[in-house]
């Protein structure tokens, strides 16, 4: 069955910015070798990837100056040096890292604003589409760094502003200095915490949402398996996280046996049905879904023009309540 890809667009927030239902994730790209990574990707993997998306008809990439340690912005920067049409860009501040490769966070203005003038020359662009506070810590520096983005905002360095990891207490914090345009949490089947309190706090203030993580990492995707997990390198965050263990492993396994007979009467993988269930909410704008390789998009971007009914929707939440 052909899959329909045709997605819509919606207003981000207050912006001027219109986005798809679906964004390309580029945290895996970034590679391994830090912190956070993924394990080992190869360069021109990462650029096909991006092409394909562009040509699926996703039309922004999220990224952050953090991931790979720069590499990930590096690596959109030239794969989109000739682009006609350039996707909306947006990146992210806060994480910054020492000759070392150690990682620490600051929000002192004048971190963050060399880290957009870095951001800037990475990526290639004069204006930077939606720059994010990636983590809100220090707690104590979140006006300044929020002071920092606002300046950059005024400078044309910055279209919208954006914050991640927030809570409504931090959010209400700085929206006393400049608006926010969106917020970007984790959320997916496997985290639901920002359902209670603030999903309807960004409604009332008209602040988009765009979720990341909506495949909970690949573990939701419907080709995540026991066997694959133990392969994992050591160098990719998966394979020390707890939510790719026991007994947690096993009930999300079970959970994606549930997604994959729903998809399977659409003509849908259980990872469209994972993150179409992250877009049924109407304050979530957009899912952030990571590829590293073309292939890996033929399997997530249909979630885009998929929606689920109230009995699917049901029969999902019943299979997690097991």
Not at 23 to 35: R, V
Not at 84 to 103: G, H, M, N, Y
Request: with cysteine; charged share 25%; net charge negative.
């Amino acid at each position: 069955m052909p899959v329909n890809t045709t997605m819509e667009i919606r207003q981000l927030g207050t912006s001027d910015l219109k986005i798809t239902p679906i964004g390309l994730g580029t945290w895996a790209i970034g590679g391994g070798g830090w912190a956070s990574g993924w394990g080992p990707q190869d360069d021109d993997e990462s650029t096909a990837t991006i092409h394909r998306a562009l040509d699926m008809g996703v039309n922004w990439i999220d990224t952050a100056a953090v991931y790979g340690l720069g590499r990930s912005e590096e690596v959109i920067g030239r794969a989109l040096r000739d682009i006609s049409q350039r996707p909306a860009i947006f990146t992210k501040c806060s994480l910054v890292w020492d000759e070392q490769r150690a990682i620490h966070s600051s929000l002192k203005k004048a971190s963050v604003k060399r880290e957009a003038e870095a951001s800037l020359r990475r990526l290639g662009v004069e204006t930077i589409d939606l720059y994010q506070i990636h983590w809100p810590t220090p707690d104590a520096d979140i006006e300044e760094g929020w002071e920092a983005m606002a300046e950059l905002q005024r400078e044309g360095k910055v279209r919208a502003l954006g914050v991640s990891n927030f809570s409504v207490s931090q959010m209400e914090r700085v929206m006393k200095i400049a608006p926010i345009t969106s917020l970007q949490p984790p959320y997916s089947l496997l985290d639901r915490a920002i359902e209670a309190e603030i999903l309807p706090f960004c409604q009332r203030h008209n602040i988009g949402v765009i979720a990341y993580a909506p495949m909970a990492s690949g573990l939701l995707s419907g080709k995540m398996t026991r066997e694959r997990v133990a392969a994992l390198p050591r160098d990719d965050w998966r394979s020390h996280s707890e939510q790719f263990a026991e007994p947690q492993l096993s009930r999300s396994l079970y959970l994606v046996e549930t997604l994959r007979d729903i998809g399977s009467r659409h003509g849908r993988t259980a990872g469209e049905v994972a993150i179409a269930w992250t877009l049924r909410r109407p304050e979530v704008t957009g899912a952030i879904v990571g590829a590293r390789r073309p292939e890996q998009l033929d399997g997530v971007i249909g979630a885009g023009a998929f929606r689920l009914d109230d009995d699917e929707i049901a029969e999902i939440e019943a299979a997690q309540a097991r």
